[in-house]
């Protein structure tokens, strides 16, 4: 596969988004095609599987299942032909999210999302990861000027505490590919990270 993919990951109200889109602009302007998408979605069925898992009540094995059958048609449908075609693919969250979700925050066992991860994408991992970390508490303020809240983001300061903690093992599991981000810091100084961590990577 020729093109690139990168990942964000982070609490809920870690402001993603903002930064997805920006880093799609400035990719797009130095003549990249960039392939903008998320997850659990990204497909018209696993767009319908997101609604399951945010809002419809089930056990953590369930909910683990779904997001990777979610996983499965997004990589499948979207995210390795636009890789194989030379693309960059920019994905809000991935893998990392289930085993920080799942698996930290629910307890799930982070031996069979493993396994899974496997069945799913086999080799497929991103090139780059940014988390866009900050303290459970700050993202909890952040969230409440925002939307109403989902299955995950109705959950207390434990849980996310726990998903933090996730994140961080992953991250320490995979130092060349994931990237911390510090993004409790205003708007500005996060994008400067992340366009720090292009320029250092030469993209
Ligand atoms: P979003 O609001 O950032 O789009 O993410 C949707 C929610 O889904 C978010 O609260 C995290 C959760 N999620 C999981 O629990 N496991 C996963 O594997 C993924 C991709 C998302």
């Known amino acids: 596969m020729s093109g690139r993919f ?12 903002t930064h997805i889109e920006a880093l799609a602009q400035r990719l797009r302007q130095g003549g990249c095609e960039v392939v903008n998408t998320r997850e659990p979605g ?21 909910e683990a299942l779904l997001v990777f059958a979610a ?31 799942q698996g930290a925050g629910r307890g799930f066992d982070a031996a069979v999302l ?49 998903v933090r903690a996730g994140y961080a093992q992953r991250c320490a599991q995979a130092p060349q590919r994931f990237v911390r981000i510090d993004s409790s810091l205003e708007r500005g100084a996060v994008w400067a990270q992340i366009a720090a961590e292009l320029e250092r990577r030469g993209w």
Do not use: N
């Open 71 to 101: 996983r499965r048609d997004h990589v499948q449908t979207l995210v390795a032909p636009a890789l194989e075609r030379g693309a960059t693919v920019l994905c809000d969250r991935f893998t990392d999210a289930t085993f920080a979700y």
């Open 114 to 162: 493993s396994q899974l991860e496997q069945w799913v994408h086999g080799a497929l991992q991103p090139d780059l990861t940014l988390w866009l970390d900050l303290p459970a508490e700050t993202a909890a303020q952040r969230r409440a000027q925002a939307r109403a809240a989902d299955r995950f983001e109705s959950e207390d300061l434990a849980f996310f505490e726990r």
């Open 42 to 62: 990204g497909t018209d069925l696993a767009e319908r599987l997101r609604e399951l898992v945010l809002h419809q009540r089930m056990d953590a094995l369930t």
């Open 6 to 17: 990168i990942t964000f990951e982070g609490i809920d109200g870690a402001g993603k988004s």
